[in-house]
């Protein structure tokens, strides 16, 4: 259960005027920035933040606990949609 007023989130693809974000990579891209490297020495995303479509766009799927965990995280992935004018689906189900 999420005790602050942060809602989950995702980011997707396109821009608030319709067109398509670009590099094509950039959700991955965006999720390596929170990722980390396990003690199998592999990389692994955030448990909170990960790539996937959306209804067939590339699209970020944000978790409010990212918010509890690391603030900082939190903003700097909103403020990342919002700077580049990416469309938000704000209080989504990530289930």
């Not at 602050?4 to 990579?25: E, N």
């Amino acid at each position: 259960m999420t005790t602050s007023s942060h809602a989950s989130f995702i980011i997707v693809g396109l821009t608030t005027a319709g067109k398509k974000f670009r590099p094509s990579d950039w959700a991955e891209r965006l999720c390596g920035v929170m990722s980390a490297f396990g003690a199998e020495k592999r990389m692994r995303y955030s448990p909170y933040v990960g790539p996937r479509n959306y209804q067939g766009e590339k699209a970020v799927f944000v978790d409010a606990r990212l918010y509890e965990v690391e603030p900082m995280a939190y903003r700097f992935v909103l403020h990342f949609a919002r700077d580049n004018d990416l469309q938000l689906i704000e209080g989504a189900a990530l289930g």
